[in-house]
């Protein structure tokens, strides 16, 4: 390697990491396949919320049906359904980063959407750090974030789907791309 480029070394390691997020992809899936099914059953005891629990600041309602999602009103009128998008090609790597106000991440996406930074609560991704538009393209992204992150916490790159309105980011509609184990396409990274 001494005699590459730093060019081909960037690409070289983007392309391992990418191959290496997906193996890490399919292991972990069949892995928590078992533990989401036994999560399921549980329910309420491992603290999920009821299906008419309000969870968004703007007190609707969101609930979910197999890869629909249905926004309604404070009176229960239904504003919108959205449906969730499922990918095969579309990829995310983040490595242990410096914090500080942007994160840095390599994506491949098949179409519109958004690369999002959520900070981690309880293990899972939790709130919405920033958000920016990208795709379909494969490429380093840069988020720049509303809120910074701290050295020893650890956060996520998640990506959503886009609604049609690409300037506009919506929680409640563009909803976290799947991939094609039917998880959320993310990977986390710890802050530095």
Same mark, same amino acid.
């Given at each position: 390697?001494?005699?590459?480029? =730093? #060019? &081909?070394?960037?690409?070289? +390691?983007?392309?391992?990491?990418?191959?290496?997020?997906?193996?890490? /992809?399919?292991?972990? %899936?069949?892995?928590?396949?078992?533990?989401?099914?036994?999560?399921?059953?549980?329910?309420?005891?491992?603290?999920?919320?009821?299906?008419?629990?309000?969870?968004? =600041? #703007? &007190?609707?309602?969101?609930? +979910?049906?197999?890869?629909?999602?249905?926004?309604?009103?404070?009176? /229960?009128?239904?504003? %919108?359904?959205?449906?969730?998008?499922?990918?095969?090609?579309?990829?995310?790597?983040?490595?242990?980063?410096?914090?500080?106000?942007?994160?840095?991440?390599?994506?491949?996406?098949?179409?519109?959407?958004?690369?999002?930074?959520?900070?981690?609560?309880?293990?899972?991704?939790?709130?919405?750090?920033?958000?920016?538009?990208?795709?379909?393209?494969?490429?380093?992204?840069?988020?720049?974030?509303?809120?910074?992150?701290?050295?020893?916490?650890?956060?996520?790159?998640?990506?959503?789907?886009?609604?049609?309105?690409?300037?506009?980011?919506?929680?409640?509609?563009?909803l976290p791309l799947l991939g094609?184990?039917?998880?959320?396409?993310?990977?986390?990274?710890?802050?530095?």
């Amino acid at each position: 390697m001494n005699g590459m480029s =730093e #060019t &081909n070394k960037v690409v070289l +390691a983007a392309v391992l990491g990418i191959i290496i997020g997906f193996g890490f /992809g399919r292991f972990t %899936t069949e892995r928590n396949a078992t533990e989401l099914e036994e999560a399921e059953e549980v329910g309420e005891e491992m603290g999920a919320p009821s299906p008419n629990e309000s969870t968004a =600041e #703007t &007190n609707d309602i969101i609930s +979910a049906t197999d890869s629909d999602m249905v926004v309604q009103d404070s009176n /229960g009128a239904v504003v %919108t359904t959205v449906s969730q998008e499922t990918s095969v090609t579309s990829a995310v790597t983040a490595l242990d980063q410096s914090a500080g106000m942007s994160v840095k991440t390599l994506v491949s996406m098949d179409r519109r959407g958004w690369v999002v930074v959520h900070e981690q609560t309880n293990g899972v991704p939790a709130r919405i750090l920033g958000a920016k538009p990208y795709g379909p393209a494969t490429g380093e992204v840069r988020v720049n974030l509303l809120r910074g992150t701290k050295a020893g916490s650890v956060y996520y790159v998640m990506l959503h789907s886009d609604d049609g309105d690409i300037e506009d980011f919506s929680l409640s509609r563009d909803l976290p791309l799947l991939g094609a184990n039917g998880m959320p396409i993310m990977v986390m990274f710890k802050a530095l």
